[in-house]
């Protein structure tokens, strides 16, 4: 049985940093994709994602230039790099992977998802 797993989400002031975490545990790490999704009301927006290979990635358009995504074979995680936070970043993130292909930033071709980290930027 496939597990994700995030970590590292919390607490920080606005221009600062925090890195995510999502290990992979049940299976070899062979996920086609792995991505970060965030929601912070009602609808899950992409974030960032990352190919088997490491090789190719992809961002959301409000995080890109400021998040960069990585994922570690030997490690079984990835990891988003969250500088110049801003306010609208407070949200909840999700870790999500799939062994299928389609588009990376599509939420549909996601079946394995995380529980969540909630990480909020303040003042």
């Known amino acids: 049985q496939v597990q994700l797993v995030e970590s590292g989400g919390g607490v920080v002031q606005i221009g600062g940093s925090l890195r995510l975490s999502c290990t992979v545990s049940g299976r070899p790490f062979s996920f086609n994709y792995v991505a970060w999704f965030r929601q912070a009301g009602k609808e899950r927006e992409f974030v960032a994602a990352v190919n088997r290979a490491g090789d190719t990635t992809d961002f959301g358009a409000a995080v890109k230039g400021r998040f960069t995504i990585s994922r570690d074979g030997a490690k079984k995680t990835v990891d988003l790099q969250m500088d110049n936070l801003e306010p609208d970043d407070t949200a909840v993130y999700y870790c999500?992977?799939?062994?299928?292909?389609?588009?990376?930033?599509?939420?549909?071709?996601?079946?394995?998802w995380g529980q969540g980290t909630q990480v909020t930027v303040t003042a």
């Open positions: 999500a992977g799939t062994f299928s292909g389609g588009s990376m930033s599509d939420e549909i071709v996601y079946t394995y």
